[in-house]
């Protein structure tokens, strides 16, 4: 799957030049919870992208 995301991102960032951060699942155990709390686990809350925004 990260293929897809690679190959996306490499488009748009050829037609479109912008700074892009990439964020996903870190390599981490899956585990089962609502969704919320997954989004927390995981650390891909709108606090968190924000966050990321912020310090890059």
């Known amino acids: 799957m990260e293929a897809?995301?690679?190959a996306i991102?490499?488009?748009?960032?050829?037609?479109?030049?912008a700074k892009l951060i990439r964020m996903g699942i870190k390599?981490?155990?899956?585990?089962?919870?609502?969704?919320?709390e997954l989004l927390e686990y995981f650390e891909l809350?709108?606090?968190d992208i924000i966050n990321r925004v912020k310090n890059v």
């Open 4 to 6: 897809y995301g690679s």
């Open 45 to 47: 809350t709108s606090k």
């Open 9 to 17: 991102s490499e488009v748009l960032t050829e037609r479109y030049p």
């Open 27 to 36: 390599d981490r155990f899956g585990k089962s919870a609502p969704a919320k």
